[in-house]
């Protein structure tokens, strides 16, 4: 839960936020965070019961998605007032029979173009475009983006990793703010050496 909601986070430093949502098991709740429903420590604090069945209840106070959240068990949007109480999101992130054509479909449906996996591979952005419904106006799957920039087979993640992402993220169209990704660094113009034959006559 923790390491998914930095990662929103840091996509967030380059201007890359979230228009829909969907998460499985502990990512429902990382997914219900990005979308506003509770607090970073109200979702940590679930996320630490959610594999004690014994723990005591945990008090939250969901709100309404500012987004659109998929319910990944239904495979519909969560709508402002079935958000739910600490125990719907518990089941949630115990996980569920999820339906990946239903959850492309919603995600179709609320115009989603690209899609990026926040984690450390592209398991489920890569069913859900293969999923993808070819119908009228929805014919062309999203663009499937890895968090950390690790390719689709699973191999090794190439030079730079985030810095990766970012620049597919960029080439899939997606508005990226550039300074966000190098802040706190400090930049300063090098000259490079000249042309060989700049300023100097030769005759053949």
């Known amino acids: 839960y923790a390491f998914e909601c930095a990662l929103t986070a840091l996509w967030s430093s380059v201007g890359v936020r979230p228009g829909a949502a969907l998460g499985l098991g502990t990512g429902a709740l990382a997914a219900a965070q990005a979308a506003g429903v509770f607090s970073l420590e109200d979702g940590q604090r679930l996320a630490a019961t959610t594999d004690d069945p014994g723990a005591a209840p945990v008090e939250i106070a969901p709100g309404a998605p500012a987004l659109t959240l998929v ?17 719907y999101w518990r089941r949630q992130a ?24 926040i984690g450390p591979a592209t398991a489920l952005a890569a069913k859900l475009a293969a999923a993808w419904p070819d119908t009228a106006g929805n014919s062309a799957a999203p663009a ?5 920039g690790r390719p689709p087979d699973g191999g090794a993640t190439p030079n730079g990793g985030f810095a990766d992402a970012v620049a597919g993220a960029y080439e899939a169209g997606l ?20 042309y060989p034959f700049e300023r100097t006559r030769h005759w053949i």
């Open 71 to 87: 319910d990944a068990v239904s495979g519909l949007a969560v709508s402002p007032g079935d958000a739910g109480d600490a125990a």
């Open 94 to 117: 115990a996980g569920g029979p999820e339906s990946v054509e239903s959850c492309a479909a919603t995600l179709a449906a609320a115009g989603v173009g690209a899609v990026i996996e």
């Open 144 to 148: 499937v983006l890895p968090g950390l």
């Open 175 to 194: 508005a990226v703010s550039f300074a966000g990704l190098f802040a706190g660094e400090t930049r300063r113009r090098v000259s490079l050496p000249d």
